[in-house]
């Protein structure tokens, strides 16, 4: 018999990263929100690398707290170690990488959720989606409970129909041994959803005390306290380090022996699996002349012995896999706590969906996370947080809220996935987002704040200071504006110190500060502070002025882009009925289902000649003509 459970605004069917961004975004806006998880003592568990951040996807993490959410907040009260990447690159490629403490990250989260005033929180299965007409009314439980809600999002990583495969083993599960999610697949495929099936992996988990460290690189944290979010003012300097090795001739030897072991190459691989993230076996064999890889050894956390052996995922026979341990230098004697695997999993076509996660087939219905085809936890709370948004926005009868690619990496993460679909699980990388010298670590604040807190999302003590801070950089540009800079005995000696060439006329100390290797501590001694500005405005003064002339042409580029981004496609607008385009390109069109001309232009597919006949027809009111 079925059960009457409730009726909630937002319902959030997962609580890994997705779901839990999602479920905060949507209560903090105001929305009565419910929370389905498999295992509450699992919420925001990581089943692979302990880590957050690197190249784009620390961005990621940063925009994350800009909008409101709280990844951020939780890695910077649980890591156990902070490094600053590609400091000797420029800001566009430098990005924070943080080692979390896998238990107390969960603690952490499930602490957030549990005093969220508008989240229930509770365990369950949901096998069922309450559809009628086009539009999401609930869920259903395997216990038989109908929840209801007025939009419902699925968040449910890599559990549906997830299956676990090691050599010639093979059987049901989701990560970490838990439950898997069989019916809620079936019930997506009878409403019309496509589904494909992606493939992830890991790597072993050695015990410390096994660990010869001695015969590895120490890998330490960085001095410097830094922390992900713009909130955090206190900083964890007790921290652990990383240790680096390599895998040599004997354990390419040992892995090409038993390549026919591995579920990778034995044909039980059905999966597509991640190409920026492959496994020793496929390291082996597309790299077969690179004498080593790298290997390196991560704490679990603070209070377990347990290390991730990052470099060696594997889905080879557990016996094997101590083979190619043991074969590692400092890890001869190593023991396995936990062996590696490969896990299979169905995913949604993300082709199926609008820009604002929602699907195209069912009103009402959002889909985040690895659900929509990506690796990766940053890009899983990305699209969660965002989700978490657009449901709220439903609710309340709101407009949708969609990023461009232009405004964060966020916006270039969902713009691929819903316009060009992914054939692989999807990770996002510096070199996908054409404007990345705008989409950098250190202002995603000055992006994104103004959004969040229109949304409800950001307090306002917290955005009085963002306005403040706002106010100085421009204060402090102007003031460099008006100074001169004299080429006197003290200032060229202090040029030569800086080891730039020796002014030959006065120059205005922003033009000064434009030179590479001018800092703005080095303009700060030549001219001193009229007060003490935070080291963050110090920072954004040097970045902003120094990079004037490229932000300058990327922000003109953005203005061509937002014209044909502006450039709306009718909703009743026949495709078959445009003649000139190719026919691939109407078929594409067709299933994407553009909202813009610009989303139209990014389709794999369609060409430029297309998009040229697609203005023409918009332009000369030809779509009312064929309405009538």
């Known amino acids: ?43 925001a568990f990581m089943p692979c690398n302990p880590s957050l951040g690197g190249p784009a996807k620390g961005i990621v993490v940063r925009e994350i707290d800009a909008l409101g959410g709280v990844m951020a907040k939780v890695i910077d009260k649980t890591y156990i170690q902070m490094r600053m990447l590609n400091t000797g690159k420029g800001p566009a490629v430098q990005a924070l990488r943080a080692q979390a403490d896998k ?39 395997e216990t038989k ?64 005390h096994t660990i010869d460290y001695s015969k590895t690189e120490i890998q330490p944290g960085d001095e410097k306290p830094q922390g992900f979010s713009y909130e955090t003012t206190e900083f964890i300097l007790d921290q652990i380090p990383c240790w680096l090795t390599y895998t040599n001739e004997t354990t390419h030897q040992v892995i090409n022996d038993n390549l026919t072991l591995s579920a990778m190459y034995s044909g039980m691989k059905r999966g597509t699996g991640p190409r920026y993230c492959p496994s020793i076996e496929d390291k082996i064999v597309r790299f077969h002349d690179k004498p080593r890889h790298q290997v390196f050894l991560e704490p679990e956390g603070r209070e377990t012995e347990e290390v991730y052996v990052q470099g060696l995922s594997t889905s080879l026979p557990e016996s094997i896999q101590y083979d190619i341990v043991r074969s590692v230098p400092g890890l001869e004697n190593a023991e396995i706590m936990r062996p590696g695997y490969a896990i299979e999993y169905d995913a949604v076509i993300p082709t199926q969906l609008w820009p604002t ?52 990496y966020i916006g270039v993460l969902i713009d691929d996935l819903v316009t060009k679909g992914t054939k692989e699980p999807y990770r996002l990388l510096t070199s996908r987002a054409e404007y990345r010298l705008l989409l950098r670590h250190d202002n995603a604040d000055i992006r994104l704040t103004e959004l969040g807190h229109s949304l409800g999302l950001i307090r306002e003590e917290r955005y009085a200071k963002f306005v403040e801070k706002n106010r100085l950089i421009e204060q402090e540009k102007q003031r460099l504006k008006k100074i001169t800079i004299k080429p006197n005995a003290t200032i060229q000696e202090q040029m030569a110190e800086a080891k730039s ?39 954004q003064v040097e970045i902003q002025v120094k990079y004037e002339g490229y932000i300058k042409k990327a922000n003109e580029q953005v203005d061509r882009m937002l014209k044909m981004e502006d450039k709306k496609i009718p909703d009743n607008i026949d495709y078959d009925a445009i003649s000139g385009i190719a026919t691939e390109a109407k078929e594409k069109l067709k299933q994407v289902r553009p909202l813009s001309v610009g989303q139209a232009s990014r389709i794999a597919g369609v060409n430029p000649a297309d998009i040229s006949i697609l203005l023409i027809y918009i332009e000369h009111g030809k779509i009312a003509k064929v309405a009538n």
Not at 3 to 28: F, L, P, Q, S, T
Not at 512 to 537: D, F
């Open 357 to 408: 996660l929602e699907s195209k087939a069912v009103s009402g219905l959002f889909t985040a996370g690895q659900i929509n085809g990506t690796s990766g936890y940053e890009e899983a709370a990305a699209q969660g947080i965002m989700a978490g948004i657009n449901a709220a926005c439903k609710v309340f009868g709101k407009e949708p809220v969609i990023l461009d690619r232009s405004q964060a």
């Open 501 to 539: 060439t020796a002014l030959k006329d006065a120059i205005k100390a922003y033009d000064l500060l434009k030179r590479p290797e001018i800092t703005y501590a080095t303009i700060e001694k030549m001219i001193g502070a009229e007060e003490t500005l935070p080291t963050e405005v110090k920072e």
């Open 145 to 208: 409970s109908a929840y209801y809600a007025d939009t419902v999002i699925v968040t449910t990583g890599t559990f549906m129909r997830g299956k676990v495969l090691m050599g010639d083993l093979e059987y049901e599960s989701g990560p970490n041994n838990q439950r898997v999610s069989i019916k809620l697949s079936e019930d997506l495929e009878k409403h019309g959803f496509e589904l494909t099936r992606f493939k992830t992996g890991t790597p072993p988990r050695v015990n410390s």
């Open 1 to 43: 018999m079925v059960y009457n459970a409730g009726k909630y605004d937002v319902i959030v069917i997962g609580a890994g990263h997705a779901g839990c961004e999602a479920g905060i975004a949507a209560a903090r806006m105001g929305a009565k929100t419910l929370m389905l998880t498999l295992n509450l003592d699992m919420i």
């Open 103 to 141: 238990p107390l990250y969960i603690r952490e989260m499930k602490n957030i959720l549990e005093n969220e005033e508008n989240i229930t929180l509770r365990q369950g299965m949901v096998d069922e989606l309450i559809i009628e007409d086009g539009v999401c009314k609930g869920v259903l439980t």
